[in-house]
């Protein structure tokens, strides 16, 4: 990679560092911590676990069931999203979907329809940090425009 190439990149990862999407997911990471690890770790070092890379996702098994650290990413970045939404809009918003990981209920007996909601539950992250960004502000802008819209008709 070129100088050129490389400054763009780190630059494209700062402006992503810099939105309030994931500022929110920064803080929401960092107030689930308890033990000061991550007291020295830079929000970029944070926020590695939600970067895998078309490489990395090939890897990953995609049958069986979720992998904890897959659904931890699934639900801080659909949690942030809410706080990010009650940020910007001012609703009282909670979570609508909390993902657990799941064991069969018997020796070796599957559970029906495990998996079949979000098959990619196990390669749940993002190839940048802009990508992120992005993904999870326009879960926001979309929320909130329809939050105004119903509140527009309501009126």
């Not at 991550?38 to 490489?55: C, H, N, P, Q, Y």
């Not at 979720?66 to 949690?79: E, G, I, K």
């Not at 029906?112 to 993002?126: D, W, Y």
């Not at 909130?144 to 309501?154: E, G």
Request: aromatic letters at 10%; hydrophobic letters at 45%.
């Amino acid at each position: 990679m070129s100088d050129a190439a490389v400054s763009a990149a780190v630059s494209e990862d700062e402006a992503a560092l810099g939105t309030p999407f994931v500022k929110c997911l920064v803080r929401l990471i960092r107030a689930q911590e308890f033990y000061c690890l991550w007291e020295g770790k830079s929000d970029a070092a944070l926020l590695a676990d939600f970067i895998v890379t078309r490489k990395q996702r090939r890897v990953i098994p995609g049958m069986g069931y979720p992998d904890p650290q897959a659904l931890w990413r699934l639900d801080m970045f659909y949690t942030a999203a809410g706080l990010a939404i009650a940020e910007r809009y001012r609703p009282v918003t909670s979570p609508i979907l909390e993902a657990k990981p799941l064991r069969p209920l018997g020796a070796g007996l599957p559970v029906p329809g495990v998996g079949s909601f979000f098959p990619e539950v196990h390669r749940f992250g993002f190839e940048t940090l802009r990508q992120l960004a992005e993904a999870g502000t326009k879960l926001v802008d979309d929320a909130t425009a329809d939050a105004k819209a119903s509140d527009v008709a309501m009126a």
